[in-house]
């Protein structure tokens, strides 16, 4: 065997061997690419849980507050209309005591 065809076995070897630890690095980045989408993956799902959870309890708590805003408007109103029936009266007994002149 010729030193010429010594070398060429050994290139060609070379070759292969290249291709095959080629393939097998970008095997092994395929792998790691898809394990790191995996884990951004369940990260950002973990993510829009945690916000899905906390609209949900924003929205518990606006409802809470609405229905103490109607209670509150509720309230205000019969307030008032106490007010106003407080405030005939008082006037009824104004004018009784200035026809009377009491007080005087």
Known sequence: MSITAFTA?????????????????RERSVKSEA??????????HTDVEYIK???DDIRLEQRAQRSQIDDL??????????????????DRLER?????????
């Open 96 to 104: 009784i005591e200035d026809k009377e002149g009491v007080g005087r």
């Open 73 to 90: 408007t509720v309230r205000v109103a019969k307030l008032d209309e106490s007010a106003k029936s407080l405030h005939k009266r008082v």
């Open 53 to 55: 959870r906390g609209v």
């Open 35 to 44: 394990k790191s989408d995996a884990s951004s993956s369940a990260v950002l």
């Open 9 to 25: 076995m050994i290139s060609v070897i070379a070759a292969i061997s290249g291709v095959m630890l080629g393939w097998a690095g």
